[in-house]
């Protein structure tokens, strides 16, 4: 049973390793760019929508979480 779970692991790394080397080496070409893309999400991150949004979306998870685990269904 141990061999079939580590080879399990062993696909799922290499199937990791294939597909984030691929996007890498798609991506590549615009990394130079990343600092000014950054730098422009700087002032949308940072308001109040954004922070109030992204809190009821994990107070969301939160709690969809807690229910699932409560067992009621």
Known sequence: MGMKRGLVFLAFAALGFAIASTIYKLIEPFLPMLPGL???LV???T???FLAGL???ILAV???ILWARSGVW
């Open 38 to 40: 950054l730098a422009s």
């Open 55 to 57: 809190i009821g979306a």
């Open 62 to 64: 939160v709690l969809l």
């Open 43 to 45: 002032p949308i991150l």
């Open 47 to 49: 308001s109040g929508w």
